[in-house]
Every structure is written in C-alpha cells, then in structure tokens.
C-alpha cells in the first residue's frame, strides 16, 4: 500500500512537471512584469523537463534597455526552485549606479526555508551571499570579498564583517 | 494468484494512466483560463527623430523691428477687449501674432480675422486690427515677472488686455525678451556620463493625463547646482526636448545619452498653465 502511495506520488510530481506550461508561465510573469514597467526580450526560450532557458536576454525598464543577459535558467523540481542569471551586462549609462557586470547569480526557493529566498552571486563587485526574508520583507546581502565596490559603496553600509546591503520592501 | 496479481498490475497502469491524463488536463485547463500564449516584446522605436528646425523671426541681439507704416486715420471705434494680445513674431515683412480670444490661444497672420477684426499691421508692441474702415489697437500685455535670465522665454504675459485706440499709442515691453543661456560643455559632458549625480540635483516625476505619460514634473533642485541655472523650477513640467515629446522614459533617456553630440538645446516646459520655451547653447 505505501509503495502504491509513494509509486502514485512519484507519478503525479513527474506528471506536474512533464506538463507544466513552463512557456506560458513565463509569459503570464512577463505580462506582470510589464505592468511594473518591466519587459523582458529574449532570442531564443528553451523548454526542458524541469528548466526553462531563455538565451539573450535584455532587460527592459520603463522602455529603457538596463542591462543584457547571456543566460537567464529557470529550474523547478516544486519544492525546490532555482533562477540562474548568466553573464549580466548592465547597460553603460548606468554603470555609475550598479555592478557594471555580474557573472553568475543564483536565486533559490525551497520548501525547506518557505519564508526565506537565497541569493548568491559573482561579479565586478567581488562575490555576495545573502537573502530576502520574506515574513520581515528585509533583503540583506554580504559581500564576502570586494572588488569594484566604489559606484555601488553609497548603498553598501560597513559591518563588522565587511559590507553589506540591506534594506526593506 | 497470478490472475490476481495481474489485475492489480493493470489496475496500477489503468491508474498512472488516469494521473496522467487528469493532469495534463488540469494544466491544459489553467493554460487556457488564466495564461496567455504569447510573450511581451520591447518594441524599439524606429520612427526616427523628427526634424527639428527652431525658426526665428526676429534676430536675439536686437528687439523686433517697430514697422513705420503710412499712417492710417484712426477713428475710436469699437470694444475688442475679449482680445488678448500674448505675443508678436515680426520678421519686417510678415507677422505673426498669438493671441487669446475666448480663452483659446489662437495664431494669426496679417489679414486673417478674429472676431470680425483682421490684423491690419503690428509694431513691436502692439497689434493693430481693422473692421469696418475703423482700427483698434490691441497692446501687448505686459507681464509682472522679470523672464528667466537664464535663458531664451518665450512666454505668456499676466497682465489683462488691453484695447485702445491707435490714437493713444503708448509702446509696451517686447513681445519676446530672448536671451541666449551658454551651458559649459565640460558640465553637460560630466553629467552626461555620470546619471547618479544628476538625480542628486534634480528630481523629477512623472506626470500622467489620461493613464499616459504627458512630461516629468520638477520636484527639487539643489541650490547652486548648474540644474538651478537652467532657468528651471520646482513645479515645472518638461513637455518636449528639440521638439521630441516627452511622453515616455526612453525619449527622455535618448536626449540625456544624446547630450554630449548636441550644441542646442531646446526645452519645452509648462510652468503653471502656461508654455514656455527654454533654449540652451552648449559651448
């Protein structure tokens, strides 16, 4: 009986993924995002059994292109989500007010820590580690190690184990 | 035994089956009830930047040329005191006037009407209508504000309307007072490259009419900071940059990233209900 259980279980998570419209997911975030004045242009979307990849990908906001993206991943196992970002270019005129570059990012979302989303992350400005707690709606990131800080130092407060960012949503 | 065993096997398929059929209905049902089918795109503009020509009738280093006509008899006749003369474009061989009649701010021509009174001649002060063999004079109003020294304003005047005879002629203040305001291009070029200090001097918001974007509203400016040079202030509404609208972030954007390549500059702005013309020179 357990064994039929855990057989119908396993057949039902593989089934969600197998058909999920991750595409049209997509587009129903695009179409929220939009009305927030965000707009995401991609080359090429990728549909696997749990991912979905957007390749070129350029951001958008209020009509202005901010920044440019090699490789944008989206992985979905339902209780266990990741958004991996690939070579993120911000765009020149707003070099002076964000990393000019950030190599890799991963943002991650688990059943495990429901209220809380990971984020790490590798770029011009060294590498970060940090998070979004959701129930105090606080983002609070580390800089473990700092490179090209200096655009970004304004918003970056000095801790006793180095810089960090934090702030409220 | 065996039998058995087989129909729990088939049962078990049966039911796998039923799973997956179930859910690929559930996701069909929720794909086509709340998720759309297609994407949303950035659609670059690619109309162009309009031509942009900035005419001047009259030339900045000297006041508009006070025509000597022939003298007309002029006879006291008439009321056009619902006609306020706002502004004279005279280039020595045609005029243009703007004018408010009705509330409605119209532009006319010598020898196009108003009211039944066609503009007959202007000076460099007022305008001088005709109807029915008699002529009014319409002065300009004069405005209680010192225009912006900062920059070339063309704008409205405060002052009520008034309509005299030709016989009273007493000249009045110009209808542009135009000044030419020299920005330094080693400014421009460190703000232009440099967006974060920009938003340290200047704030600026949307404005909306009707749910779209109708220009960014001023809402500070620092003291002493080349921004309050401009001739600039709190509460001014941008409308256009070089005749380009701005009604949406990324004209707005496009004239900042295209600052460094241009030697004039033009702003429109609206300041209370009037409109005002801005014009720079980058040296």
Do not use: C
Not at chain 2, 67 to 90: A, F, H
Not at chain 2, 171 to 181: K, L, M, V
């Amino acid at each position: 009986m357990v064994k039929k259980i855990l057989l119908y279980t396993f057949v039902i998570w593989g089934a969600l993924l197998l058909f999920m419209p991750k595409k049209n997911l997509y587009f129903k975030a695009e179409s929220i995002l939009e009305s927030q004045g965000v707009v995401l242009n991609e080359a090429s979307i990728e549909e696997g059994f749990a991912t979905l990849e957007l390749r070129d990908v350029t951001l958008y906001a209020k009509g202005i292109q901010v920044a440019h993206a090699d490789e944008v991943s989206f992985l979905t196992l339902l209780a266990y989500n990741q958004l991996k970002v690939s070579q993120l270019q911000i765009d020149k005129g707003f070099q002076n007010m964000f990393p000019k570059e950030i190599t890799d990012a991963t943002v991650v979302y688990s059943v495990i820590s429901p209220l809380r989303i990971a984020i790490d992350a590798v770029g011009s400005f060294g590498t970060l580690k940090g998070y979004v707690d959701l129930k105090e709606r606080k983002v609070h990131l580390d800089l473990l190690e700092t490179k090209e800080i200096k655009s970004i130092q304004r918003y970056l407060k000095k801790g006793e184990e180095g810089w960090f960012y934090e702030t409220d949503f | 035994m065996k039998q058995i065993s087989k129909m729990l096997s088939f049962k078990t398929v049966l039911t796998t089956l039923f799973i997956l059929v179930a859910v690929k209905l559930v996701w069909s049902i929720v794909s086509l009830l709340w998720l759309p089918v297609v994407g949303v795109d950035h659609q670059e503009e690619h109309t162009g930047k309009p031509l942009f020509y900035r005419v001047k009738l009259t030339p900045n280093e000297a006041p508009a040329p006070v025509k000597k006509k022939t003298p007309v008899k002029k006879r006291s006749s008439g009321n056009i005191k619902n006609i306020k003369l706002i502004g004279i474009y005279d280039s020595g061989e045609d005029a243009v006037v703007v004018l408010i009649y009705k509330g409605k701010t119209k532009v006319i021509t010598i020898g196009e009407s108003v009211n039944g009174f066609t503009l007959d001649h202007t000076t460099a002060t007022e305008a001088v209508f005709s109807k029915n063999h008699k002529y009014y004079t319409v002065k300009l109003t004069k405005n209680k504000r010192k225009i912006e020294k900062m920059a070339t304003v063309t704008e409205a005047k405060d002052e009520a309307p008034t309509a005299t005879d030709t016989n009273d002629e007493t000249p009045e203040g110009n209808a542009t007072e135009q000044q030419h305001r020299v920005l330094k291009r080693s400014e421009v070029d460190m703000f232009a490259d440099n967006l974060s200090e920009v938003y340290k001097n200047i704030g600026i918001r949307e404005v909306k009419k009707d749910g779209k974007l109708a220009g960014f509203r001023v809402t500070f400016i620092r003291r002493d900071s080349a921004f309050a040079k401009l001739g600039l202030r709190r509460g001014d509404v941008l409308k256009s940059i070089n005749g380009e609208a701005l009604d949406n972030y990324a004209t707005a954007y496009r004239a900042y990233q295209n600052i460094q390549d241009t030697d004039m500059m033009t702003l429109k702005i609206e300041r209370g209900n009037k409109e005002m013309e801005l014009e720079y020179e980058i040296d």
